[in-house]
């Protein structure tokens, strides 16, 4: 007789936030699995290869594991080490290159608690169907880029994530973005050798840079060293050039015109930082950068049946990150939506714990 192989949970996503409720998982003796589409800590790894973190290493500890750097601020390399280490220490059960699908409640015809069916597709092909109690959704952002939707934005000389600057020495680069994504890539590239403009729809950068990041971009745009148009929005990507066209021309997906934006723009041109212009301007270029932010895998939550937001935000309970579909929880830059700033390892590193805690208390 086939007996059906059930676990208490399924953490998905195998970040800082799924390793830390897999901790907690294994020390409340919790039969668990964690599932991860790509590499451990994915988000991580696909950062660029020199990046410093904004916080410093105690900050990004989980189990009680010490981060030891001799640096302020910890890099990639050292991160990656560091959650190595953690898997080792606690021999987490971690499978990777197993995507998830999808999911659903499963209810069994004996009566018993609703179970959940997660189908997995592996890096090459292998489907299955596994089963548990409860899901844990810690999936992260950075896998789904945002979109500009504009035409030519699938052309291969089109980047939605930052790697090597070495590629564009003495390449027309337009970078479209006003976060720290943005202003360190253009830093990067025109210190490799690359011509750099970089394209954002405010009247400037955005608030969240980098402290030491700022003035030196900042400074970059004054003297004129990296190019920029504030108050910018791109219309179309051409195989050698970008089409901008003033915020205010474009509205923001709701119906809503920017016009404020283009108001900001001029007030931009004004402190030197690039020219407002009222039409249409082609730029050169012969690699083109998105660099406008990432989300959660939205139509995996909608799958499930857990209710999104009108930012895009799963609902859940602020006490347990419980859903409204019983027994599947959020954690970590899942619970974000749109405002990707909130989350953060330093704070999502804390919420598998609460979830654990939870649902032990179920079993």
Known sequence: MFVMSVRDLIIIGAG???LSAAIAAKQRGLDYQVLEKGTLVNSIYQ???????????????IGGV???SPYDKPTRAEALRY???IVDEFDLQVTFEETVTSFAPDIPETGERTLFAIETRSSRGV???RH???VVLAIGYYDHPNRLNVPGEDLTHVFHYYGDPHPYYRQRVVIVGGGNS????ALEMFRSGAHVTLVHRAAELKATIKYWVRPDIENRIKEGSIAARFGACVCEIRPTSVVVVPAGRLDDGRGRTLEAEAQRSQRAAERGWGPASSEKEELPADAVFLLVGYHADWDLMRGAGIELTDRCAPVYD??????NVPGVFVAGGAQAGMETRDIFIENGRFHGERIIDVIAKTR
């Open 182 to 185: 943005a202003a360190e890539s």
């Open 16 to 18: 800082p936030s799924g």
């Open 318 to 323: 602020p006490e347990t990150f419980e859903t």
């Open 66 to 68: 010490p981060f030891v």
């Open 127 to 129: 489907r299955r169907v």
């Open 47 to 61: 950062f660029p290869p020199q990046m410093v973190f904004f916080t410093t290493p105690e900050l990004l500890e």
């Open 132 to 134: 548990a109690r409860n």
């Open 83 to 85: 959650y190595r280490r």
